[in-house]
């Protein structure tokens, strides 16, 4: 079987699982989150002893994992973690760099390597949980009403969360697809070529363009209809500009890591695709900026 067909088989079966556990929310996106930033971690310490370093491999993919499962519990109000067992965990860390590592172990690496895979996937991922269940939309759904009479049945039983968090997962993919076309139709002068020798500055251009298109798309047939929100049309072009950066900043910034290690991908995992970093580079950098960005740029719209 062909690397294409790989990925298309991959891609047929993953995403809708994937986009089913986005609108469900819930146990099923926490369990999602889990498990892509539990990989992830794997993937981010496997590139770092690559790179020389000898983080704690195991704390490190154990506490990413638990990361969204406490932001699941935190949601549901059962239980929050406490600053101070944060703080502690974090201490501990770095008390097992001196016992387990030595001046010979390069414990500096171990401890910054260990809580950067942790705050780099574990908690960059668990954004996508904040967007889905972001303060706005209850507010929307309390207040401002859902779902338009003339969407069909299924679409108005979703929550306004799961459609929220599509946005910037939606926007993201077409920033890549935006990317890839008009830098191959158009693409000569190199972006950043000690980098990602591939992306080009045209294909940067297009990425953006492409970001603005489907934020205008999603929000006018989609968010609006479905739950009754909107954005200005500077909200619509900073809200693109901002994902489409991000997203290209997440990749540049992966690619930075396995151009230092020496590995062409996180892992072998996904067939044709490589592994979950690859995947997910772009969102662990999108996620958080779409979080921030919500308070300020959406506005009650129902439809007309």
Known sequence: ???????????????????????????????????????????????????????????????????????????????????????????????????????????????????????YTGVMLSFAYGVRYHDVTRWYEGVAGIASPSLPQWMQRVAPGGWLLLLPLVVTWGSDIGAYFVGRAFGKAKLIPSVSPGKTRAGALGALAASVLLTWLIVRFVLRPAISVGMTPIGIVAFGLAISVAAQVGDLFESLLKRESGVKDSSKLLPGHGGVLDRVDSLLFVLPVAYLLLDHILVYAPAR
């Not at 002893?49 to 699941?72: K, M």
């Not at 974090?90 to 008390?95: G, K, N, R, S």
């Open 1 to 119: 079987m062909s690397e294409l067909s790989k990925r298309v088989l991959f891609a047929v079966v993953a995403a809708p699982l994937a986009i089913a556990a986005v609108l469900l929310g819930g146990a099923s996106l926490a369990a999602l989150l889990a498990i892509a930033a539990a990989v992830g971690a794997w993937e981010f310490f496997r590139i770092a002893r690559a790179a020389g370093h000898a983080p704690f491999d195991t704390a490190g993919i154990a506490l990413a994992g638990l990361v969204p499962l406490v932001v699941h519990a935190h949601y549901l109000g059962l239980w929050t973690l406490p600053l101070s067992v944060a703080a502690v965990l974090v201490l501990a860390i770095m008390a097992a760099a001196i016992w387990f590592r030595g001046v010979a172990g390069k414990p500096l690496g171990a401890a910054a390597t260990t809580l950067m895979g942790v705050v």
